[in-house]
């Protein structure tokens, strides 16, 4: 059924897209689970993994032996890299390379398995370790269609939905590296966490070597130990009751023998307890062997031989344990894990080996699945946490579209009385013909406030003066009050600017003054704040900037403070071309709306208009002003000519 609002082409597409995400998803499980799983049991069981790649090797005349340091390391590669590479496609990690090694890794496997295939090199692949036995023919045909769908996936990469966030994919990367490595080194050091050969705990021998059903596994109804006479014991030893220990030997002469104290304590236990324990060695090792064992070990006891395969199969050790009870394996171990001899006895209760897969795999996925899924939710928070930053800072962008946008400008000493008035005059024209999106603000040296008060329209262009006396009037020669200025017209004052505090020697208190009067007067504040180089460099900005606002405005009203604008001018960027950054520029005023929120409220701070000041010119206005606290600019040599103030209003646009 057509999806309703689209129609012909688009729906097409829309509809295909649809279907190709799903095939593309679904071949992305597929592929990714298989790996997956097959990378985990190489790793599971990487001592019968190392023989399968042996046999391999051997069959090409590259044999590298089993106990071979490059044949483990090997091993311990292949069941990373496919674990990885599926966990990555999986999660939609590293798409681009992850896509790309496994082009390269599938198109080698089905290279080689299709040489298998054709040559009946090995019996088994080894593809899903040892957990399971694929036919020549059935491991072509899946990796051919994995290939497939591999080729497929590679094509339409984008469809390939990422399910952790970049910033964090390598979190989830490591708890996969480190579970796929920690997995693989245990089995080597110790068993494999899942037994999944025919000699598991729990395997009742007795019933399988005397009334074997259809489904019970050659290497156990074949099981024969003979002794040094050619004896075949496994009747007899299966049969007995309590008791028998099996020292398993797979390679005598590379056999481990840092533990034989261990083993010999093990066998006296063994002799005192009037219970079996035997060496058990492959058939075709001969007396010599056998002898170089018993006397590396200084053990005493009696030998049998048994099928090499068999013996593998048993315990993944060399030397191993396995304890046999009543025909029943009760308990494995490896010689770097032996169990504690302190009592008189040893038994099941001490076996650390993992039990069959339906027993051990459900701890064994846990122990992979939960802390990725603390990653993946970790990230989800994460991601949330962003959303609600977002959300925020649209929030923040609302109130600022509420809040005044002001471009003022401070033509500090600069102009007589004819420039500056037929600057003035420009300006008026200009934007009379092309309406400015906010506040415009001309902050004139005294001579100027009357004329130019009388030629700009007051509807578009505020007026302001650049100071005005601490004083309310009398003997104060060369003073211009605060009265004066809203005589002539003029409806602003600048404040406490960087050049009066540091040449005319304005303190904290002496600005309160001067913000009392002006406001007592009418006028509206442009009230300037910034630090000095030396302040930014060593950190102090902050505690700089606070501390002027405290000692001048903090003893004003939440009313009054309707009337104040303030102004951010790093005196490092005044006049130098050096402009704050927008980020600098945002980080200090989100910082001053902050002080102000906690000295006066956040009704009060939020409609508070915060302007920048220093090097602002129109290429640079733009970016400063779309940041979120920043209200506007306070302009010095571009307010000095009307295309530059003109291009800095029009950054609002
Ligand atoms: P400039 O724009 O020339 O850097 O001056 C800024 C200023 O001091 C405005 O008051």
Known sequence: MRSSGLSGWAWVKTDLRRRRLWAVSLCRVVVALTLVVSGFLKAVDP????????AYLTAWGLGLGVDSLLLRSGVLVLAVLEFMMGVQLLLGMRRRLTITLLVAFQTVMTALTTYLFFTDTVEDCGCFG??????????????????AMIFFISRHGRYVIRLVSERRQWLASLTSLCYVVALTLMAYHTLPAIDFGPYAVGTDLRQAYTAPDADTPALLTTLCLEDENGNDLTDSLLASKGKTCLLTLPRPQKADDGSVDRINDIADIAADSAFGFYAVVPQQTVDAEVSDWKDRSGGNYPTLKADPAQIDAMVRSNPGLVLIEDGKVCGKWSFNNLPATGGEHFGASQNTAAGRPHEALPKLVMWYIIPLLV?????????????????????????KTMRKKIVAGNWKMNKTLQEGVALAEELNNVLAADKPNCDVVICTPFIHLAPVAGIINAEVIGLGAENCADKVSGAYTGEVS??????TGAQYVILGHSERRAYYGETAEILKE????????????????????????SGKQNDVVKAQLEGSLFDLSAEQMSNIILAYEPVWAIGTGKTATAEQAEEMHAFIRGVMADKFGAEVAENLSILYGGSCKPSNAKEIFAKPNVDGGLIGGAALKVADFKGIIDAWK
């Open 130 to 147: 040892t957990a399971l036995t694929l036919t020549d023919g059935q491991t072509l045909l899946k990796n051919v269609v994995l290939l």
């Open 514 to 537: 001067k913000v009392n009067l002006a406001l007592e007067n009418g006028l509206k504040v442009i009230f300037c704040i910034g630090e000095v180089l030396e302040e930014r460099e």
């Open 47 to 54: 001592v019968g993994m190392r023989a399968k790649v042996d």
């Open 482 to 487: 605060a009265a004066m200025v809203k005589s």
């Open 375 to 399: 990653v993946l939710l970790l990230d989800r928070l994460l991601i949330g946490k962003k959303f609600y930053q977002h959300y925020i800072l649209r929030q923040h962008l609302k109130t």
